[in-house]
């Protein structure tokens, strides 16, 4: 079954804590991305990879972190220095070209 | 700057009403423009793009270079097309994906 898989589905940690979310893919894609969902502000890019080893800021970096050591994985860490992490976090990828971008189920994540 | 714009965050129909979902962008280069839905529960999920200029669910969309607008549009709503849906932008060659707010399509009986 290909597609991308964000896991756990929520998430809740006390504040001060670092979390790591988990997106894997299976579809061979080149790119990944981690978008933050909030509403009434739409989808915001956080960080996005276009090869293994290799990662972009988006526009919304500061507080996170990630790393791209396989092609397949994509986590996505928020850091205590994240003022305001509760929110919706989605894992997308896409190949290169004029594919469009793929996007799992998503992590909610609270933070108390 | 690269922007998406979608500047209602709800809009509210009857069914069998027409239906037009505003999207403006900023972009310098060629921009690839396209519709995402989420549905109640479900992921995010690819509605149309302009390069396949198809018609998904009857939904349509057109590019307009000069008006630097992507809007969608159906001629007839049903109530299993209300969902949130999300206009995005990506540059020619590029991979990033910008998007817009966002609009909040309620379709009533």
């Known amino acids: 079954d290909g597609g991308i898989t964000q896991s756990p589905k929520y998430l809740f940690r006390k504040e001060g804590q670092n979390v790591t979310l988990s997106c894997e893919q299976n579809l061979n894609h080149d790119a990944m991305y981690w978008y933050r969902q909030d509403p009434g502000q739409g989808l915001r890019l956080i960080y996005y990879?276009?090869?293994?080893?290799?990662?972009q800021k988006g526009d919304i970096a500061e507080g996170y972190s990630v790393s791209r050591e396989k092609k397949e994985s994509f986590p996505l860490t928020v850091t205590s220095a994240q003022k305001n992490p509760t929110a919706f976090y989605l894992c997308?990828?896409?190949?290169?070209?004029?594919?469009?971008?793929?996007f799992g189920q998503g992590t909610r994540l609270t933070v108390v | 700057a690269q922007r998406v714009t979608q500047p209602e965050k709800l809009l509210s129909v009857f069914k069998g009403a027409p239906v037009e979902l505003k999207c403006n962008y900023s972009?310098?280069?060629?921009?690839?423009l396209f519709w995402y839905v989420q549905y109640s529960r479900q992921r995010l999920q690819l509605l149309l793009r302009?390069?396949s200029r198809e018609s998904i669910k009857g939904f349509t969309a057109d590019l307009n270079k000069g008006e630097t607008s992507f809007h969608l549009k159906k001629p007839f709503a049903q109530e299993e097309d209300s969902a949130m849906y999300y206009c995005a932008l990506r540059g020619v060659g590029t991979y990033k994906y910008i998007f817009g707010t966002g609009t909040r399509l309620k379709v009533l009986a």
């Open positions: 990879s276009q090869i293994v080893n290799d990662f």
């Open positions: 997308a990828s896409s190949t290169g070209g004029r594919a469009e971008a793929f």
């Open positions: 972009y310098s280069g060629s921009p690839e």
């Open positions: 302009h390069i």
